[in-house]
């Protein structure tokens, strides 16, 4: 438990120091390096062999996606498209060349699943960096809804928790400390307002943003379960071992995969429009 808080405080400095202290490029590369370190994760969490070429050429993919979600969506989905058909090129060659159907076919799905998952992870945290005015903000607000509410879970779950949220996938999440993660997320947006506005907002801005939160809230939840059946697929209870009693970068971040890319069309295309 110890290490657990030294490295989940140490990790929550950084990234207030990335946030609000450093310019955007060096935020930058830290999103790059954290979003290669994932996809490596995944990669060894689903291939016992690790090949240089697919490590790399993914690692590529997700970073050119990356940085063309920051220009345009046109341009990522343009990508997408480009990349898609590029892996179904690769393995309909590598199905010549007398390998089993069965092995292309779910290495072709896996690498797919992973070129998405962490595009998408990772993805929008810079876009919505780079929104004028309150950029900053709006990302702190994301990430302290995620962990914040996380770390409700947990706490509340293991003091409280009786029923089972999702026995299979997470045995020690429970219904209760996943209602206190909704309850911090609430707490959370009103604490943001009054530290970001004095409390001097539009009733309608804040309408708007406390329904999104318990939204982001259950979504920060269903992004864990996922990379929970993820891992346990495998047989693995860590994706990695990069953050002592966290486990690996993807355990830590897992709550953004679908959260984040929601936030981000939810403040360019209605908070930011009212």
């Given at each position: 438990?110890?290490?657990?808080?030294?490295?989940?405080?140490?990790?929550?400095?950084?990234?207030?120091?990335?946030?609000?202290?450093?310019?955007?490029?060096?935020?930058m590369?830290?999103?790059?390096?954290?979003?290669?370190?994932?996809?490596?994760?995944?990669?060894?969490?689903?291939?016992?062999?690790?090949?240089?070429?697919?490590?790399v050429?993914?690692?590529?993919?997700?970073?050119?996606?990356?940085?063309?979600?920051?220009?345009?969506?046109?341009?990522?989905?343009?990508?997408?498209?480009?990349?898609?058909?590029?892996?179904?090129?690769?393995?309909v060659v590598?199905?010549?060349?007398?390998?089993?159907?069965?092995?292309?076919?779910?290495?072709?799905?896996?690498?797919?699943?992973?070129?998405?998952?962490?595009?998408?992870?990772?993805?929008?945290?810079?876009?919505?960096?780079?929104?004028?005015?309150?950029g900053?903000?709006?990302?702190?607000?994301?990430?302290?809804?995620?962990?914040?509410?996380?770390?409700?879970?947990?706490?509340?779950?293991?003091?409280?928790?009786?029923?089972?949220?999702?026995?299979?996938?997470s045995?020690?999440?429970?219904?209760?400390?996943?209602?206190?993660?909704?309850?911090?997320?609430?707490?959370?947006?009103?604490?943001?307002?009054?530290?970001?506005?004095?409390?001097?907002?539009?009733?309608?801005?804040?309408?708007?943003?406390?329904?999104?939160?318990?939204?982001?809230?259950?979504?920060?939840?269903?992004?864990?379960?996922?990379?929970?059946v993820?891992k346990?697929?495998?047989?693995?209870?860590?994706?990695?071992?990069?953050?002592p009693?966290?486990?690996?970068?993807?355990?830590?971040?897992?709550?953004?995969?679908?959260?984040?890319?929601?936030?981000?069309?939810?403040?360019?295309?209605?908070?930011e429009?009212?």
């Amino acid at each position: 438990m110890r290490t657990r808080v030294i490295t989940g405080i140490s990790a929550a400095l950084v990234t207030i120091a990335l946030i609000y202290w450093t310019p955007l490029e060096v935020a930058m590369i830290a999103v790059v390096i954290c979003s290669v370190l994932s996809y490596l994760e995944f990669d060894k969490l689903f291939f016992q062999k690790a090949v240089l070429i697919r490590q790399v050429g993914l690692s590529a993919m997700v970073l050119l996606t990356m940085m063309a979600l920051r220009q345009s969506l046109q341009l990522a989905f343009m990508l997408f498209g480009c990349f898609y058909v590029l892996l179904a090129v690769v393995h309909v060659v590598r199905s010549s060349l007398n390998q089993s159907m069965q092995e292309v076919v779910q290495h072709f799905s896996t690498e797919l699943v992973g070129y998405v998952y962490i595009s998408g992870l990772f993805g929008f945290i810079v876009p919505i960096l780079d929104i004028p005015g309150y950029g900053k903000d709006y990302l702190m607000l994301l990430f302290l809804i995620v962990f914040a509410g996380d770390s409700a879970a947990y706490f509340i779950g293991k003091k409280w928790g009786k029923r089972p949220l999702a026995s299979k996938v997470s045995p020690k999440k429970t219904i209760e400390g996943s209602l206190a993660a909704i309850v911090a997320s609430f707490i959370v947006v009103g604490v943001w307002l009054q530290w970001v506005y004095g409390g001097a907002v539009d009733s309608h801005y804040v309408l708007r943003l406390m329904a999104i939160a318990p939204v982001l809230s259950i979504l920060a939840q269903l992004g864990d379960l996922f990379e929970s059946v993820l891992k346990r697929s495998q047989g693995q209870k860590d994706s990695g071992a990069f953050l002592p009693g966290h486990g690996g970068i993807l355990d830590r971040v897992d709550g953004l995969a679908f959260s984040t890319p929601i936030f981000y069309f939810y403040v360019t295309r209605v908070l930011e429009r009212i």
